[in-house]
């Protein structure tokens, strides 16, 4: 069997993290003495990175489907809870087995398999913090013109090249200085979100709210769809980097638990008062579309403008630095063979060159960028489908050391799971439709199923195509990969799980210890 795990951090390599901070740990597994983390612990890392002020912003997405206050509510409260349920499961997964997630997803698709899956979920987090830096770089624009200072390129170009190093700075210094910088954060950006409601509570009004009418079941279900793929579900694809270092013996319930409240708390009740700022103003609800955050300043009193500005991005910076460091360990996990410091540190430069090329040199960014998440969210959907699936199969830890050997018990290709992805992304990007397609007219290919089984009609209008109908803004497609691939993989790699945990696959002895 292959030794390239660097199965264990030597301990010269612990006292160099211990000297410098720097987390020179990689893909490889975590070893037993560095695992003292407890599931309280991962409140931390996931309350900071989701109690951003863009939050609020995300009231005017959800509004945005023509859907009432108290649909709205519903909406927010299910699609946050429900998605960061699902991350915690994923992040059972690295108490199981001591590595980050896209490594213990070779179980499901296969050692040189994974590869598919891991290329989706590296340009998936790529693009993510690129728009996390974009977003603190425009607020900051914004912000300074409402200031009366210069809000023009020079502004830009040095709010974009300091956000961007500092993610990269906190990336590449990895876990542990994350994890302490995280709980600084959660203080910080926590307290002037409080500060926020409390100067513009008195800008809500709730009969103008509470006139809002209601939206249909689609539009309900559209407005799900996007609470969950911009709340849990953009996270779940690196929700096991941090339970890696959890303690062997921690609770599996204890893992979800927290993982849920620290991902939950924050998004349910920014969005909520979100919704009811947002509803009370249309031009505030319309100015989000372009600019979330920086249209959120426009009702503060000038004196609340700088340190809103600084906790809006220290906010963006803190999700953007959970994607980065993740995404250096997706490129590892595809066979880079560079250090976990240096794959952080490319990452960070394709984001700031993405974000260069966004702010200054591109004629449209927001509607194209986000088609191009849609339509990667659907196989991502369809991998995590299949990824908690097989957690929920598995009754024993993984074989940490067949996770780096494709002649292990996870062998090379796991046909079944490439195939399930495969075809639950075909049929799901039949259900989705391209919001913009004036912007991103290359992906007007999408939502070819919803005529065939009579879901909407596809109006070539010369003013701006648009989908006529009541499912086609649903982004069915999404839920449809998420579900059909989990019970696919319920039913054909059952007998293939079982076979893997008693050793018998792909020729090798067993060697996996029992579930906590």
Request: aromatic share 12%; net charge neutral; glycine share 12%.
């Amino acid at each position: 069997m292959s030794t390239d795990t660097g199965a264990h951090t030597q301990p010269d390599a612990r006292e160099q993290t211990r000297r410098l901070g720097v987390e020179t740990t990689g893909i490889e597994i975590i070893d037993e003495a560095d695992r003292t983390a407890r599931p309280s612990d991962l409140f931390w890392p996931w309350f900071a990175a989701n109690v951003s002020v863009f939050g609020l912003s995300y009231a005017g997405f959800v509004l945005g489907f023509g859907i009432s206050f108290w649909q709205a509510f519903v909406v927010t409260v299910v699609g946050v809870v429900v998605s960061f349920a699902l991350c915690g499961v994923i992040a059972i997964a690295g108490k199981r087995g001591s590595a980050p997630t896209m490594v213990l997803s070779r179980a499901a698709f296969g050692v040189t398999g994974q590869k598919v899956p891991g290329v989706m979920s590296w340009l998936t987090s790529i693009g993510w913090e690129t728009f996390l830096v974009i977003t603190a770089t425009l607020a900051t624009a914004t912000i300074f013109t409402q200031l009366g200072w210069s809000g023009g390129t020079a502004t830009k170009i040095v709010a974009s090249l300091v956000t961007a190093a500092l993610v990269v700075a906190a990336s590449v210094a990895g876990y542990h200085v994350i994890m302490r910088l995280q709980s600084w954060l959660t203080w910080i950006t926590g307290a002037v979100s409080i500060v926020y409601v409390a100067l513009t509570v008195g800008d809500v009004d709730w009969d103008t709210v509470s006139a809002i009418p209601s939206g249909s079941t689609q539009q309900v279900v559209g407005a799900l769809v996007l609470v969950m793929t911009g709340f849990g579900l953009g996270w779940i694809n690196i929700a096991a980097d941090w339970s890696r270092y959890q303690r062997r013996d921690a609770s599996g319930a204890s893992i979800v638990g927290w993982n849920t409240f620290g991902g939950a708390l924050a998004p349910i009740l920014l969005v909520v008062f979100g919704l009811a700022l947002a509803g009370s103003d249309q031009k505030l609800r319309d100015g989000i579309q372009s600019d979330p955050v920086g249209t959120l300043a426009t009702i503060l009193p000038t004196w609340f403008l700088v340190p809103f500005l600084l906790a809006a991005i220290l906010a963006l910076v803190s999700g953007a630095v959970l994607g980065i460091y993740s995404s250096g360990l997706t490129l590892l996990s595809l066979g880079v063979k560079i250090s976990r410091p240096k794959a952080a540190f490319v990452d960070g430069v394709i984001l700031t060159l993405g974000t260069i090329y966004v702010v200054f040199f591109a004629d449209s960014f927001i509607n194209p960028f986000q088609s191009f998440l849609i339509t990667l969210g659907v196989p991502l959907a369809s991998w995590a489908g299949i990824m908690i699936a097989d957690i929920v199969l598995r009754r024993r830890d993984y074989d940490e050391q067949a996770l780096f050997d494709p002649r292990g018990r996870y062998g090379a290709w796991d046909w079944a799971s490439i195939g399930t992805m495969v075809v639950a992304s075909v049929v799901g990007w039949g259900l989705v439709v391209n919001n913009f397609a004036a912007d991103a007219s290359w992906n007007n290919w999408q939502g070819y199923l919803l005529e065939p089984l009579g879901l909407g009609t596809f109006v070539d209008d010369p003013a701006g195509a648009y989908w006529d109908g009541n499912w086609p803004y649903a982004n069915l497609g999404v839920l449809l990969a998420l579900v059909l691939s989990f019970v696919a993989t319920l039913v054909l790699r059952r007998g293939t799980v079982r076979r893997q945990e008693a050793g018998t696959e792909s020729g090798t002895e067993a060697g996996a210890g029992t579930r906590a």
